[in-house]
């Protein structure tokens, strides 16, 4: 069993990383939950392949309940954050009584959401069973639903009580939705963790130590940075080009960071700021990981950029990889960068 403790300004929390943990779930919640009454939400798919397994590590210690919604980006939304609610309240759901998120980023964000706003906040756990789940939203506190065409548009920050993580959930994933998790995983080792990509390198197989380097990349900025006002702008290292590649050519987005993290190391090595020699190594590890190479030319995104939201009005801010494991943020203008880029 592994495990790394997360600690923010109000709250902190445990991340449990362990095989087969899905089996053995109740002394580990009993450590943060003291009532006897807990309701699962989970996805139509997720259910299939480990929701009795969940309820049945629980059924001892814990009267239970499940909300199942359908699986998919689209049960982000404001009616089934309804229907959940609708359903929580149905069956008697109380404040201090607790849900645990079982599933993907989707059921993690709308669960979380529902957390924070049903009774005005009621305790949750996270068992995120993808992989991007695992490595991403497992951390950081951030929870919410897509509204009037926008993503992630309502929402509010919100600490979990615990995060359960069963590696062994990998293998019932696609292969695309495994990859997409591996986009920001192999992206958590080049902005942070050095250590992380030559173990990535040395052993295909994303174990618990692998989980917990790259959890540990996150949680070092989320703490830094609890509500996204500086320094977690690192984590978008391969986002900005990522955001043009995904919303042109509709990759995954896991697969998109990858060609976006390609695209800024070719940008950082034409502004004299990425060691050209990270390139090949890059290259290998995404290969090895099943994520897509694509030589897209950034000159040709750079009109796209200037409208991703993360950038604030003239200025881009860019995220750079100088060498592997370390990460810069890069303010520079539109008409500054074009300048650079004239002079090379
Ligand atoms: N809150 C955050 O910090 C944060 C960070 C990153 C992403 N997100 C959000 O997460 C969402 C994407 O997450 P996702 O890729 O996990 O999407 P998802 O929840 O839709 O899961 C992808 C698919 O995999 C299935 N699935 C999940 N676990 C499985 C397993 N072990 N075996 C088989 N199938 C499984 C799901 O049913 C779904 O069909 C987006 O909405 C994104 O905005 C949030
Ligand atoms: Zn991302």
Redesign the pocket.
């Known amino acids: 069993m592994r495990k790394l403790d997360i600690n923010l300004k109000n709250s902190s929390y445990d991340i449990i990383v362990e095989n087969n943990i899905l089996d053995n779930l109740a002394p580990y919640i009993k450590e943060v939950y003291k009532n006897d009454k807990i309701f699962i939400i989970t ?1 139509d ?2 259910k299939t ?2 929701l009795d397994r969940v309820m049945k590590s629980l059924e001892n210690d814990f009267k239970l309940d499940y909300v199942v919604v359908k ?3 689209e049960s ?1 939304s404001l009616e089934t954050f309804a229907y959940v609610c609708e359903e929580l309240l149905k069956k008697g759901i109380r404040r201090n009584q607790l849900l645990i998120a079982l ?7 709308l669960t ?1 959401f529902v957390a924070s706003a049903l009774y005005r906040g009621i305790p949750y756990v996270g068992i995120p ?2 992989l ?2 695992q490595m ?2 497992s951390i ?1 506190g ?2 919410g639903i897509d509204f009037y065409g926008r ?2 548009i309502l929402g509010a920050f919100k600490q979990p009580l615990m995060v359960i993580i069963d590696p062994t ?2 293998k ?3 292969a695309k ?1 495994f990859a ?2 591996m986009g920001e995983l192999i992206k958590h080792g080049a902005i942070g963790n050095k250590k992380l990509l030559d173990l990535l390198l040395a052993k295909p197989e994303i174990d618990e130590n692998i989980i917990i380097e790259s959890l540990k990349v996150k949680k070092r900025v989320v703490e830094l940075d609890e509500f996204d006002q500086g320094e977690r702008m690192t984590l978008n290292f391969g986002h900005t080009f990522g955001h043009a590649i995904e919303l042109k050519y509709g990759y995954k ?1 896991g697969e998109a960071v990858a060609i976006g993290m390609i695209m800024a190391i070719k940008l950082g090595i034409d502004l004299n700021i990425t060691d050209s020699s990270i390139l090949d190594t890059m290259k290998k590890i995404l290969k090895l990981y099943n994520l897509p190479i694509v030589d897209y030319d950034y000159h040709d995104y750079l009109e796209d950029i200037k409208g991703d939201k993360k950038n604030l009005a003239g200025t881009i801010n860019f995220i750079f990889v100088p060498k592997l494991g370390e990460s810069i943020i890069y303010k520079i203008t539109e008409s500054e960068l074009k300048e650079k880029l004239r002079c090379k």
């Open positions: 996805d798919k997720v392949y480990y699986n998919g980006e982000k599933g993907g980023g989707v059921i993690g964000d979380g069973t993808s991007l789940s991403d939203s950081g951030k929870t993503k992630n959930t990998h019932t994933l696609d939705e997409n998790g987005h």
